[in-house]
């Protein structure tokens, strides 16, 4: 036996393995979210920070949850509600996304519908299902940092989503082929996206279906936030659309995400996926082999509170995130030097800055953290490409209003007191 710092069997003593040799090549695009690691800064008292994307803890129906939960655990239900159960998900919660669904010009069935842990889940299997190395997804530039990290692990190429751009589906596909694959699919996210806030007209959703038909690919619909609207008239959803062009969801491309992260609560993990039967078949395949099925408990427990008050819950908590997302554009409009530009949003939780050129959002974050202690997402995550250093994401969902106001007016010093 060797002792004392030899090698044995590839193990250095005291250095342990050489890890990186043995994981896989889709290990290499597996990097630290720069959001997570910022999300560790809310837990800092004299921080104000504008870096989550998360729901306001204070705003969740905890009182019903914990009345549903009980209900799950008590009667008939408990040995269900703790037992091992279908992968296709809660058929009770199912057939009430039916009716939602159908609210939102889709209709289905239950056969339409598969749970999900989370709809950052479905992203992941979704990404399984169609991307072999090398595959092009069409993204937004900008687009969700989560849904790259999902892609990621399928080794695909990007190429940028640009529905109104004069750019052919043959000049798509050729770029895709010169990369050693094929367009797979087109993923956006068409209500108050994450990071931007903005959301897609009505043009530009028949748009990328016009590119997705030309090119015969997938529409992968991200919808977390489409609740959560503060003005304007609702849009419907890339799938209704799709629907109202093809005669049903069996002849649609479209695959739409859904959450009650944002809605209910995002701890229990609860998300949804609607399309074709075809694809549902394959994604409960693959759910089988990943987690069996999501938690039966949390799925009990939204279906209680959706069904007693779903709209009551997402009225409530749109009337705290309106009143926020106003503080946040007033104390903008008063406090940022001139030159800086954002999106003023319809619904969901975020604002986007855009810097003069030659900013950098990271050293604008290292100041803003050491002299006004405000935290923000400096926006070059979000783009597949690296670029977009001058573009910053400030999310108002968690702080109050006089929060927002006195974070913004610190922010506006850092800013004024940068320079390019
Ligand atoms: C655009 C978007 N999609 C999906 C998700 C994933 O949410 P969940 O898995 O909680 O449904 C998020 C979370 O922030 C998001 O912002």
Same mark, same amino acid.
């Given at each position: 036996?060797?002792?004392?710092?030899?090698?044995?069997?590839?193990i250095?003593?005291?250095?342990?393995l050489?890890?990186?040799?043995?994981?896989?090549?889709? $290990?290499?695009?597996?990097?630290?979210?720069? *959001?997570?690691?910022?999300?560790?800064?809310?837990?800092?008292?004299d &921080?104000i920070?504008?870096?989550?994307? *998360?729901?306001?803890?204070?705003?969740?129906? =905890?009182?019903?949850?914990? $009345?549903a939960?009980? =209900?799950?655990? /008590?009667?008939?239900?408990?040995?269900? $509600?703790?037992?091992?159960? #279908?992968?296709?998900?809660?058929?009770?919660?199912?057939?009430? +996304?039916?009716?939602?669904?159908?609210?939102?010009?889709?209709?289905?069935?239950?056969?339409? *519908?598969?749970i999900?842990?989370?709809?950052?889940?479905? @992203?992941?299997?979704?990404?399984?299902?169609?991307?072999?190395?090398?595959?092009?997804?069409?993204?937004? %530039?900008?687009?969700?940092?989560g849904a790259?990290?999902?892609?990621?692990?399928?080794?695909?190429? !990007?190429?940028?989503?640009?529905?109104?751009?004069?750019?052919?589906?043959?000049d798509?596909?050729?770029?895709?082929?010169?990369?050693?694959?094929?367009?797979?699919?087109?993923?956006? /996210?068409a209500?108050?996206a994450?990071p931007?806030?903005?959301?897609?007209?009505?043009?530009?959703?028949?748009?990328?279906?016009? @590119?997705?038909?030309?090119?015969?690919?997938?529409?992968?619909?991200?919808?977390?936030?489409?609740? +959560?609207? !503060?003005?304007?008239?609702?849009?419907?959803?890339?799938?209704?659309?799709? *629907?109202?062009?093809?005669?049903s969801?069996?002849?649609?491309?479209?695959? !739409?995400?859904?959450?009650?992260s944002?809605?209910? =609560?995002?701890?229990?993990?609860?998300g949804? &996926?609607?399309?074709?039967?075809?694809?549902?078949?394959?994604? &409960?395949?693959?759910?089988?082999?990943?987690? +069996?099925?999501?938690?039966?408990?949390?799925?009990?427990?939204?279906?209680? #509170?959706?069904?007693n008050?779903?709209?009551?819950?997402?009225?409530?908590?749109?009337?705290a995130?309106?009143?926020?997302?106003?503080?946040?554009?007033?104390a903008?409009?008063?406090?940022?030097?001139?030159?800086?530009?954002?999106?003023?949003?319809?619904?969901?939780?975020?604002? %986007? #800055?855009? +810097?003069?050129?030659?900013?950098?959002?990271?050293?604008?974050?290292?100041?803003?953290?050491?002299?006004?202690?405000v =935290?923000? #997402?400096?926006?070059?995550?979000?783009?597949?490409?690296?670029?977009?250093?001058n573009?910053?994401?400030?999310?108002? /969902?968690?702080?109050?209003?006089?929060m927002?106001?006195?974070?913004?007016?610190?922010?506006?010093?850092?800013?004024?007191?940068?320079?390019?």
């Open positions: 036996m060797q002792q004392d710092g030899a090698h044995a069997g590839g250095t003593a005291g250095h342990g050489d890890w990186p040799a043995l994981f896989a090549t889709r $290990a290499d695009r597996m990097k630290a979210s720069e *959001i997570r690691e910022l999300l560790k800064l809310l837990d800092q008292p &921080v920070s504008f870096a989550g994307g *998360i729901p306001d803890p204070a705003l969740f129906p =905890a009182g019903e949850f914990g $009345a939960l009980t =209900a799950a655990l /008590s009667g008939d239900s408990k040995g269900a $509600a703790l037992q091992y159960s #279908v992968s296709e998900g809660y058929k009770p919660l199912r057939e009430w +996304l039916v009716t939602r669904m159908a609210s939102l010009g889709v209709p289905c069935t239950a056969e339409n *519908i598969m999900t842990s989370g709809s950052q889940q479905a @992203l992941d299997y979704l990404g399984k299902l169609f991307l072999s190395k090398g595959d092009t997804a069409l993204v937004g %530039w900008p687009t969700y940092l790259l990290q999902a892609f990621n692990a399928y080794e695909p190429h !990007y190429d940028r989503l640009t529905p109104h751009a004069n750019r052919s589906a043959a798509y596909g050729e770029t895709a082929a010169a990369n050693g694959g094929q367009v797979k699919f087109a993923y956006a /996210s209500d108050f994450n931007t806030g903005e959301t897609l007209p009505e043009s530009a959703r028949q748009a990328i279906l016009d @590119l997705a038909t030309d090119l015969d690919i997938a529409v992968i619909e991200d919808a977390a936030y489409q609740s +959560l609207r !503060y003005d304007g008239a609702e849009v419907p959803p890339l799938l209704a659309l799709d *629907i109202a062009r093809t005669g969801i069996e002849a649609s491309r479209t695959i !739409y995400c859904g959450s009650f944002k809605t209910l =609560a995002p701890g229990l993990r609860v949804w &996926v609607c399309a074709a039967k075809p694809v549902i078949s394959k994604l &409960v395949l693959i759910k089988q082999a990943s987690d +069996l099925h999501s938690a039966t408990l949390n799925q009990m427990a939204i279906h209680t #509170v959706a069904s008050g779903f709209e009551s819950q997402v009225a409530k908590i749109k009337a995130y309106r009143a926020r997302r106003d503080a946040m554009l007033k903008l409009e008063t406090y940022m030097p001139r030159g800086v530009t954002w999106t003023k949003p319809d619904g969901g939780m975020f604002v %986007w #800055v855009t +810097l003069p050129e030659g900013f950098d959002g990271a050293s604008l974050l290292a100041e803003s953290l050491r002299t006004e202690r =935290a923000f #997402v400096p926006g070059r995550a979000f783009f597949a490409d690296g670029s977009g250093a573009t910053l994401r400030l999310s108002f /969902s968690c702080a109050s209003e006089a927002i106001d006195e974070g913004i007016k610190r922010l506006g010093r850092v800013v004024g007191g940068a320079s390019a």
